[in-house]
């Protein structure tokens, strides 16, 4: 390298942005005061935590808020790890809003204004279990590392893998391993911690517990079309319509809710499933009994073909009045929405319910974290739109445990993989037939270096070791060139006989 390119090399250097100081831990000490006058003194953590991956390549920094009970003995006292979702929510909403040692003082449906009240919970759970917020990278104050790429950790399985390497950071950092451990997620975070409760699993952590509140573990029934969807949704358009007086005054909401859900089963369900051969007087009849329950036309739920969505449901039951209902809690309202004003997918995101008290929460939360004397970034992503928009919705089931028994059986038994294009390429392969059922070593294919193999037949096939095959090892035979049989799943009496 010339005295001139290491030059430029130093000057370009010396132009990088200096990275920016990760934030100091902060913490302090409070007491929680319950409706019967219990208390419980317990010790507010906010920290960076460092996650790695396995190689030590720093992932980026976790930001966790704990409140942890100053009880002497810790030893059989749980600790419940929680999470908001979106995906591309911080933990806040949850912490302050839901589960942790404070709370944001509510006025029933009003809209609050100015800086937020705080109170101590009387739902909290810190009487049963230390607590640890933690948000996703990405959002509040979570950053990926300079150079780390973002779309390894926004995505189910990244996503999964960051926040199961957090959790075993905090609980090495605070010598908690001997702890009952539960996973606490909200929305999007319930179907986090079905990924995260594997991994832990995996890593040789047992989870005690998992509490899933508004639980989305399969997004198809949310999907416009999906017959599921408009019958699920009955029953939430029942108690709003209730709520409001709308239909079935003067009967409790609860019974009223439980209705719908008999309406649902008994006579819904057939009739969506029948589609258009539901004969025209049951339609009429139909959409008579679930205009009582929702509050909303017959004539408009008939020409929905009793199909009614969301927003249209938030849209139309007190269009009459000028107002439009909450998304996340249809209790709230707002000024009803013209349809010039935009398209469905923006009314969409108009939401009421958090605008209620979204900025008041914030604004409580960094206050908070200020007694603490934590000093965070300059500013706090309580919602990304940028991680949501980016996310990677596939997940590969058991794909860890699938490399890891790979990596542990590659040396004690050949197995075939197939070289296409999804796995690793085989460095040489002599020949294109694979071993048939011989006793004879198969010294061709032994340079291959496969990571995976496939369920499909595949003409190129390869063994990852220089191990001689035996006569009841190998039973997958490749299909002819071409064949029909090459472009589907191999049968069970076609797969090797692996186990």
Not at 260 to 281: K, M, Q, Y
Request: include cysteine; charge should be neutral.
């Amino acid at each position: 390298m010339t005295d001139e390119t290491n030059a430029a090399s130093s000057a370009k250097e010396d132009k990088k942005e200096p990275l920016e100081p990760v934030p100091a831990t902060a913490a302090k000490d409070y007491v929680w005061t319950g409706p019967d006058g219990a208390t419980i003194n317990y010790t507010a953590t906010a920290e960076m935590v460092p996650v790695r991956e396995d190689d030590g390549t720093l992932i980026g920094h976790m930001f966790m808020l704990s409140q942890v009970s100053d009880a002497s003995d810790k030893s059989d006292r749980p600790v419940t790890f929680c999470w908001n979702g979106g995906p591309g929510g911080a933990s806040y909403m949850v912490n302050i809003g839901g589960m942790g040692a404070v709370r944001v003082k509510t006025d029933g449906m009003a809209h609050l204004t100015g800086v937020g009240e705080v109170e101590d919970n009387p739902d909290t759970l810190l009487p049963s279990s230390d607590l640890v917020f933690i948000d996703a990278f990405g959002t509040g104050y979570s950053h990926i590392a300079p150079g780390f790429d973002a779309k390894k950790v926004w995505g189910v399985d990244g996503d999964g893998d960051a926040f199961t390497r957090g959790i075993i950071a905090w609980l090495t950092e605070h010598k908690r391993f001997n702890s009952p451990i539960y996973l606490y997620g909200e929305s999007y975070g319930t179907m986090r911690n079905a990924v995260v409760y594997r991994l832990l699993g995996e890593h040789g952590i047992g989870v005690t517990g998992v509490v899933e509140q508004s639980t989305i573990l399969d997004y198809a029934p949310t999907l416009s079309g999906n017959d599921a969807y408009y019958m699920g949704m009955v029953p939430v358009y029942a108690a709003t319509a209730n709520y409001f007086g709308k239909a079935g005054k003067g009967v409790d909401q609860y019974e009223w809710y439980n209705k719908a859900f008999d309406f649902v089963n008994s006579t819904l369900a057939g009739a969506l499933i029948l589609g258009d051969e539901l004969p025209a007087d049951r339609m009429d009849e139909i959409a008579g009994q679930m205009s009582e329950l929702i509050g909303l036309p017959k004539d408009f739920i008939k020409a929905k073909g009793l199909r009614i969505e969301l927003d249209t449901f938030r849209k139309t039951l007190l269009a009459d009045e000028g107002k439009t209902t909450g998304r996340y809690d249809t209790r709230f309202t707002t000024f009803g929405y013209p349809d010039v004003q935009g398209d469905n997918e923006f009314f969409a995101g108009e939401d009421p319910s958090y605008d209620a008290i979204n900025a008041a929460y914030l604004d409580v939360y960094m206050k908070m974290l200020g007694d603490i004397g934590f000093k965070g970034y300059a500013n706090y992503e309580g919602l990304s739109m940028k991680v949501n928009e980016s996310w990677n919705w596939n997940h590969q089931a058991r794909a860890r445990w699938a490399r890891r028994r790979h990596r542990t059986s590659r040396s004690t038994s050949p197995r075939l993989c197939a070289a296409t294009p999804r796995a690793a390429s085989c460095s040489s392969v002599a020949s294109t037939t694979p071993p048939r059922r011989t006793g004879t070593c198969a010294t061709t294919w032994a340079s291959c270096s496969c990571r995976r193999r496939s369920r499909t037949a595949s003409n190129t096939m390869c063994i990852p070791t220089a191990t001689c095959c035996t006569a009841t090892r190998w039973r997958l035979r490749p299909p002819a060139p071409n064949s029909r049989r090459s472009t589907r799943s191999a049968t069970s009496s076609e797969r090797l006989a692996d186990r």
